[in-house]
């Protein structure tokens, strides 16, 4: 619930990829793409092109497919409109349908009650309240490079139009109330969580979301990923081990380092905030700490963000493991997610092991670099950039290359830094 600009859709997006790490079956529905079926060019004030539908028709008729799509969804029946939804997952069915829209009055609100009631769905509002414009503006960052109403446009152009489709809202406006709605279940997020009211919470889905929401932090800053330097480990082709860096490592570590140390100047001359403008964090391996060693910040290791655990082949060489255990290599070729080495972890483990390393990354207002390995990076990057499980073991992820994640108003946008020993600083956009 909420007006425009106020975080709808990156809130949204952001629970489907806190289900999803939880193994929660979830599903974004966007209102926007429903309306796009109809009338393609609405909202679109900067052209002026009229639509066929007068607006409350338009509505009734994207609900109305909404509301089937929702219960053939959370029942497990492939919805109508296939091309509408997404996030996959709909032959076996879901557990939550987020559902991504204004929901701006109280109508449209017990409208969606009723519909809930009839099928047996519980239903909780989520409402983003704000009027403080530097935050709007960063729920608007990069919006005419993610929005499909705004793609194409110049940045001002898709603000101007922004502002009139919110000025057509804000007068029909009509905010929760917990007497007024006293029988909903809701939560309501003042100014980006600064402050926040729940009423009528009901169970432990509804307490995960209230818990999540609450540790989220909404002024986001980069987050700056990278493997350790090149290790002896890498040049001998073994798998996990705790070696020391190679020589072309530490040339990394020193060149990394210099980037990093820039990079703190840069944020220290910002505006304060209650957290360190830079934050660095580590595993506790030597390959790790060692790239870290010269950068002038203090240095936090956490033992949550070492390298998978290849159990009995920890130290072996991948193509000992391939020739010696053939059957066990092909179990992993099979279904590399769930794979689990012996006495050891899968991607699965992985992805709970980094549960809490995630949760800090949310909530903390600084920029954050944080040093570690493929594995745990794959992991990183399939969360932050909404991957599937299926996906997240095959992301390429080289050495001697820092990722940058820029927040964005529908997620974040990828920088490849790439600063190989001898060579100039080589910057790029990515798409992964």
């Known amino acids: 619930v909420g007006l425009p600009g106020r975080g709808k859709t990156l809130i949204s997006n952001k629970l489907h990829r806190f289900f999803t790490w939880n193994k929660i079956k979830s599903k974004v529905f966007h209102l926007s793409q429903y309306r796009r079926q109809f009338a393609p060019h609405f909202p679109d004030h900067v052209l002026n092109v009229p639509i066929g539908f007068h607006e409350t028709d338009l509505r009734v008729q994207c609900m109305k497919m909404f509301y089937e799509d929702l219960r053939q969804y959370l029942h497990g029946i492939p919805p109508v409109s296939s091309n509408v939804s997404t996030n996959g997952m709909d032959k076996e069915g879901g557990d939550i349908a987020i559902f991504d829209a204004m929901n701006s009055t109280r109508f449209w609100r017990n409208q969606l009650k009723e519909v809930c009631e009839e099928s047996g769905f519980d239903l909780f509002f989520i409402e983003s309240v704000t009027d403080d414009r530097d935050l709007i503006s960063l729920y608007l960052h990069g919006i005419e490079n993610c929005n499909p109403d705004y793609i194409g446009l110049t940045q001002c152009e898709a603000v101007s139009k922004f502002e009139f489709h919110m000025k057509d809202y804000s007068t029909s406006y009509e905010t929760m109330d917990e007497e007024i709605e006293s029988d909903l279940s809701f939560m309501k997020m003042f100014d980006g969580g ?9 169970g432990y889905i509804q307490s995960k979301i209230v818990y999540y929401l609450m540790n989220y932090q909404f002024t986001r800053r980069p987050i700056y990923i990278t493997r350790h330097g090149e290790s002896l480990g890498n040049v001998a082709g073994v798998i996990g081990g705790d070696p020391d860096l190679s020589a072309s490592g530490y ?3 020193i060149k990394f380092s210099q980037y990093i140390n820039n990079l703190t100047a840069v944020c220290d001359s910002q505006p304060p905030t209650h957290s360190p403008p830079v934050q660095v964090w580590t595993s506790d391996l030597k390959r790790s700490m060692q790239t870290a060693a010269n950068i002038k910040v203090p240095v936090l290791c956490w033992n949550s963000l070492r390298d998978i655990d290849s159990g009995k082949f920890d130290g072996k060489a991948y193509s000992f493991f391939q020739h010696q255990f053939p059957m066990e290599w092909e179990k992993r070729q099979e279904d590399k997610f769930h794979y689990r080495y012996p006495e050891g972890e ?19 207002s600084s920029t954050v670099v944080v040093i570690c390995h493929q594995a745990v990076i794959r992991c990183l990057l399939a969360y932050f950039l909404n991957k599937s499980f299926h996906e997240l073991p095959f992301i390429e992820v080289p050495l001697h290359v820092i990722y940058k994640l820029e927040p964005e108003a529908c997620g974040y946008s990828v920088e490849q830094i790439r600063l190989e020993p001898g060579t100039a600083v080589q910057k790029s956009s990515i798409k992964f």
């Open 194 to 202: 600064s402050r926040v009211l729940v009423h009528n919470k009901k």
């Open 251 to 253: 040339q990394y570590a």
């Open 346 to 364: 899968s991607y699965d483990d992985l992805v709970t092991r980094l549960q809490p390393v995630v949760m800090e990354l949310e909530k903390t």
